[in-house]
């Protein structure tokens, strides 16, 4: 009799497995969103570690260039007719013709709202040569690119940071959880907060950092000289 109870004892209940699955579930509920933070701050340490690295180029590129970082007048010294003006894409991919970097992978970011999905593929030669065709192609590019700058620029400058959307005239809040990376020429890289009533990002004078009344602009308007990326087609 005693071999048989235990016998029926031997796994779980319907009523029992039920409310095991239930606190599964709970659990996972509760974990899920610090799971999701974790991977947003991986990702944005990733974020901020790939910048640094394209600001690394651009020092390379100004030392060969006589301080200046790409701007239209080196794009025809590293290749006959430029590299393009329209976009941030343009200006990087002197980085590549010049020799400074061959990577693809630090102009991207993962979950950007302008750039492809997918990583770019890495593919910028052919026999061994650079063709600047496949060099950072639509989509490749999630950066933006101020324009017309040496290294001897106010160093508080923004040098590189977060582009647009497509289509869109300001920061994506949700990117980063209302904050923007921002490399100055000085080299400091950091994610900055957005102001939440305009998504805005201030300096220590709580100016907008791109607007012409800024400290490091002295009255110059950065309107034509800030470059997006090119944005993926979907």
């Known amino acids: 009799m005693n071999i048989a109870k235990s016998s ?4 779980f209940t319907l009523v029992e497995l039920l409310v095991v699955i239930a606190i599964i579930v709970a659990l996972a509920a509760l974990a899920t969103p610090q799971i999701f933070k974790a991977l947003k701050r ?3 340490a990733e974020a901020v570690s790939n910048a640094r690295q394209v600001k690394l180029a651009l020092d390379t590129f100004a030392t060969d260039f006589d301080g200046q970082f790409p701007n239209d007048d080196t794009g025809e010294g590293v ?5 393009g003006t329209t976009y941030s894409n343009d200006y990087f991919r002197q980085l590549f013709l ?5 990577s693809e992978s630090i102009f991207w ?3 950007s709202a302008v750039a492809s999905k997918g990583a770019p593929d890495d593919k910028i030669k052919e026999s061994g040569k650079m063709q600047a065709e496949l060099i950072l192609e639509q989509g ?3 950066w933006a690119y101020i324009n017309d700058q040496t290294n001897l620029s106010t160093g508080s400058r923004p040098l590189i940071l977060d582009g647009y959307p497509k289509n869109e005239a300001e920061f994506d809040p949700d990117t980063w959880d209302n904050k923007v990376i921002v490399v100055r020429i000085d080299g400091a890289a950091k994610p900055m907060r957005m102001r939440v009533t305009d998504n805005k990002v201030l300096d220590g004078s709580n100016k907008d950092i791109l607007s012409s009344s800024a400290d490091a602009w002295d009255g110059e308007s950065t309107q034509d000289i800030l470059k997006q990326p090119e944005p993926r087609d979907k």
Not at 98 to 102: D, K, V, W
């Open 79 to 83: 290749v006959s007719g430029g590299t």
């Open 42 to 44: 991986a990702a944005l």
């Open 140 to 142: 490749d590019v999630h």
């Open 109 to 111: 970011v993962k979950n």
């Open 8 to 11: 029926r004892r031997k796994g």
């Open 98 to 102: 010049s020799g400074a970097t061959e």
